[in-house]
């Protein structure tokens, strides 16, 4: 029986922003980590040499991210947006919640690009799992991880 390898859905923008930071691990990160370690090295007595211990720890984050996206881009699936006028991933949706009437706008990408920050959702969150496949005019019930329930009304679909 064929085991089937992880796929992780990204945008486009999500592939090309791991892309660069790949880069810039293995061409930036990479080089400063061995000059770290040169200059800890140069210290003497590597059994209790703390820069040595954080530059090793550092090339090991370094490597094992490198690795991550390397294992992420072989496996990617990426989400093309649609014409449609439905919530899907790649789609910037704005949104009124009914108890507050307050409005915000979220983009919705697979769940390695969510970044609350930037008001970019998963569509596996508990807004994006119940905005997906709506249309513009819908009320629907959101229910939080923690048992919380409201609702929200999408107001426009991008």
């Known amino acids: 029986m064929a085991v089937s390898k992880p796929l992780f859905q990204l ?28 200059e800890a090295r140069a210290q003497g007595d590597l059994s209790e040499n703390a820069d040595y211990d954080a530059a090793r720890n550092e090339q090991a984050r370094i490597e094992a991210r490198i690795a991550e996206i390397e294992n ?18 790649g789609k910037t949706v704005q949104v009124r919640f009914q108890e507050t009437n307050e409005v915000k706008e979220f983009y919705l ?8 920050r930037l008001r970019k959702i998963s569509v596996e969150s508990p807004i994006g799992k119940a905005m997906m496949n709506k249309q513009e005019g819908d009320i629907v019930e959101v229910k939080t991880e923690t048992g919380r329930i409201f609702q929200i009304e999408i107001l426009d679909i991008k």
């Open 11 to 38: 945008t486009q923008e999500g592939v090309e922003n791991l892309k660069l930071e790949l880069t810039h691990l293995k061409d930036v990160k990479r080089g400063e980590n061995l000059e770290a370690l040169k």
């Open 72 to 89: 992420i881009l072989k496996n990617v699936k990426i989400i093309k947006t649609t014409n449609e006028d439905i919530v899907n991933i």
């Open 109 to 116: 990408v697979g769940s390695i690009e969510a970044d609350p």
